[in-house]
């Protein structure tokens, strides 16, 4: 997900920012996880602290109408490696594009670490805004509007499921049966994007992450070998996987890194110009050009 940028440069209460709030999907069903992207402008650099001590969201507000008057929604906690917390809006540039996604939470004017509800808990036509303030700054979004709707069939027990245990929705081993019989459910796209983090994760700490079994009896050699092995794999099965809805941006972006990572530069290339041409104005695509960017490398070509 946004790296979590240390350097950050305080400015006056005068300055100004603007937010745009869009999604991928309005249309989602009952406790479906929420994709936003949110597009900051600033006239100078400045940051915006989305939250504080990474306890959910703060600073950066969510409220939600129902048809009953805007109520005030903040997601539970969430892990440090999502960094949630600041984001820093350089000078010279026309947008920062930030995905966030909203999972767990609570309603009510003062947050708590805890969350016990979903954005959308039942079926209807809600409408949402983001607000932004963090005793310096302000900024109100546009509002977008959502419908919710019933699950049905195999949704219906995938929902059943969530209601019992919202966790595994975030993390969890529970989620790998989940995944292999309700490979394409909604409710589901995030927590495999969070399984691979996890899976990636462990690779790091010399430990196979389909085993559990330690790695450091490997000389780095080999365990280099293990990795871009393992890594190429990944790549393979987000490339053979279905469309994921409003997370495709992330499956390619995925897809890319493990393919680099798996020693194949030649899909990860391809994988770039198909996010280039599907999703110009992404956060992928920003971060792949700042990465590129601070490596020297070629910037992202479209297709022709």
Request: charged share 30%; hydrophobic share 35%.
């Amino acid at each position: 997900m946004t790296m979590l940028l240390n350097a950050l440069l305080l400015v006056s209460a005068t300055a100004s920012v603007s937010l745009n709030l869009n999604a991928p999907s309005k249309d989602l069903l009952v406790a479906e996880p929420l994709k936003l992207v949110l597009r900051w402008r600033a006239p100078r650099e400045i940051d915006v602290r989305l939250d504080n001590q990474n306890h959910g969201f703060r600073y950066l507000q969510f409220w939600i109408d129902d048809g009953s008057g805007p109520k005030r929604y903040c997601e539970a906690s969430r892990a440090p490696s999502e960094s949630l917390t600041a984001r820093v809006l350089p000078k010279n540039q026309d947008e920062v594009v930030q995905n966030v996604v909203l999972v767990q939470g609570s309603y009510g004017e003062n947050c708590t670490i805890a969350g016990n509800t979903f954005p959308f808990s039942r079926a209807g036509r809600y409408s949402l805004k983001a607000v932004y303030s963090d005793g310096r700054l302000r900024a109100e979004s546009n509002s977008l509007s959502f419908d919710v709707k019933e699950p049905t069939g195999k949704e219906r027990e995938v929902l059943e499921r969530v209601v019992k245990d919202p966790s595994i929705l975030l993390e969890g081993s529970r989620r790998e049966r989940l995944f292999e019989k309700y490979v394409d459910s909604p409710y589901l796209r995030f927590a495999q994007i969070r399984a691979l983090d996890e899976r990636e994760i462990k690779l790091r700490g010399h430990q196979n992450p389909d085993t559990g079994e330690s790695l450091w009896h490997l000389d780095m050699d080999d365990y280099n070998a293990f990795c871009v092995r393992y890594h190429k794999r990944m790549a393979e099965e987000l490339l053979a996987a279905s469309d994921w809805g409003p997370f495709e941006e992330e499956r390619l972006q995925l897809a890319v890194s493990h393919s680099e990572q798996g020693d194949d530069q030649n899909a990860a290339e391809r994988l770039k110009a198909e996010i280039m041409e599907r999703f110009p104005r992404s956060q992928a695509l920003q971060e792949i050009k700042a990465r590129e960017s601070d490596g020297d490398e070629p910037a992202v070509k479209p297709k022709q």
